[in-house]
Each structure stands twice: as C-alpha cells, then as structure tokens.
C-alpha cells in the first residue's frame, strides 16, 4: 500500500528532535478478547503492523501489560529491526491478573521489572518514550505523582528511557511532574463526545506538548449520534474517519493512536488524515454532548 498523504502532518515533541506523524497506531487490539492472550489469528496482527509502517506511520502506541507481553511479541516480529524513524511509545504502571483484571503497578519495582519487560520483549535496549500511566478506571485522581514518576526519572537518567510521558492525568499532576522532568506527551480520554480536556488541550498546545486521545475500549462508542452519522454521510466517509479528522483539525499537538487488528479498518483509519471537514460540519459536531453512561476505558 502507498503512503497516505502525509498522515496529518507533523509534531515535534517538544525540547526534543522527534516529529512524529500525528496519525499513529494504537496496537492494543493485537492481542485477543480483553486485550488477554494471543490474537485469533498473528498473522494478521503482523500484517497489520507491517502495512502501517509501509503507509508511513512513525508512532506506535504499546504497552507489555497488552496481553500481557503478547502485543510486543509480535511488534518484534513484525517490524524488528526496526525503522530509524520509528518511535514505539510505551506504557508502566499496571499489570495483568490472571482473571484479567487491570492491577496498578506503580512501586518503583514495579516500574523498573515493567521496563524490563517492555525492553525485552520488544528487543531494544532503550525505550523511546514511556507514559507513567496512573488515576482510575474511570479517569485521572488527583494526587501526588512524585514518588513513581521520580522511580521513571532515576531509569531515564539510567538510560532505559530516552523521555517521560503522563496518561490518565489532571492539569496539577502535569504541574507537578514538570518539577521533577521534561514531560513530552500526555495521554487522556478525549474525543467528540468527551471533551473534559479541552483547556488542558489548549494549554499543552501553547507549551507544545503532545496530547494523545485514547478511547474507551472497544473503539469510539457511545459516539453513535445522529450529528456524527449527518457528517459521514455527508462528506461520504465512514463515522470513525469523522470522528478522527474531527480530532486532527481540533488541534494542531494531537496525534492519533487508532487501533484495530483488520487490514480493512486501519486503511480507512489512515485515510482519516486526508479528509478536510468543512466549518459547517466542524459547528454540528462540535455541539455533540458528552454521554452520560460513562464506560471501562483503561487503556
């Protein structure tokens, strides 16, 4: 597959000489059923990955708590050794029950056998970028970061980690974590119908921090809505590529970490990038409420 225009551009991380591609890929849906175990069919998850990067994307989002370790298995088969320009982002603070569940992990021994795992099993010896991934189920909890957040910087200045990101954090966290270090992404729950973050968007822009949306798991829902539906129809487009160009004319520090484990899905998702909503479209979307059942997004 060609490559998809420009992918929505560029950003550079601040304080840094990294630009990404603001359309990535998210590859949390490699692994199976619960983000739990292997995927019904690895080949795919590599072809996945593969067409990605052949498309141009330079951003993948990870985490070895995907699976766990399943997900960056299979990133190392697909793409080790891997692009000079390819940036894997990953993610500490949680781990896996066997039931499952999403166990937080935030003891700098937690931290440090975490970074272990993600090195090892992605095949690298240094991670490019690590998000501290903290607050609730449910969203971020106020609260002192310091002490694992200082437990990533004692492995930066070791040389594990190149830069620090936050997910699942306030505005003060992100305060307070600029105390201790250059923070050069963040990773909140953000989308048209959850729009919580929109001064912290704005604010992290002017400091030219990235901001990174997630999505409640399972894709973009609840945005089924009637505005969204008149848009797609309208721009002949499907509701997810609308809800991802939505995104990328939001801001110019947002970039995008689509998921999917179908050929099918991440060529449209790609094709996102190339699609210009007009004003009018901008206007009816942006009036979409925030809903009012909120759902597990760990990610």
Known sequence: MA????????FKLSGTSIALRRMGYGAMQLAGPGVYGP???RN???AVLRE??????NHIDTSDYYGPHITNQIIKEALHPYPEDLVIVTKLGATRGGDKSWIPALSPQALLHGA????RNLGIDRLDIVNLRVGGAMGPVEGSIE???????ELKQKGLIDQIGLSNVTPQQLTEAQRLTDIVCVQNLYNIAHRNDDAFIDALANRGIAYVPFFPLGGFTP???SALDSVAASVKATSMQVALAWLLQRSPNILLIPGTSSLKHLRENLSAANLELPPNAIALLNVVAENSHPQNHRN
């Open 52 to 57: 990605a990067i052949t498309s141009g994307v």
């Open 147 to 153: 002490e694992p957040l200082t437990a990533l910087v």
């Open 3 to 10: 490559r998809v225009s420009n992918l929505g551009g560029t």
């Open 44 to 46: 795919s998850a590599v």
């Open 116 to 119: 272990h795992d993600n090195l």
């Open 223 to 225: 945005l089924q809505s």
């Open 39 to 41: 995927p019904h069919d």
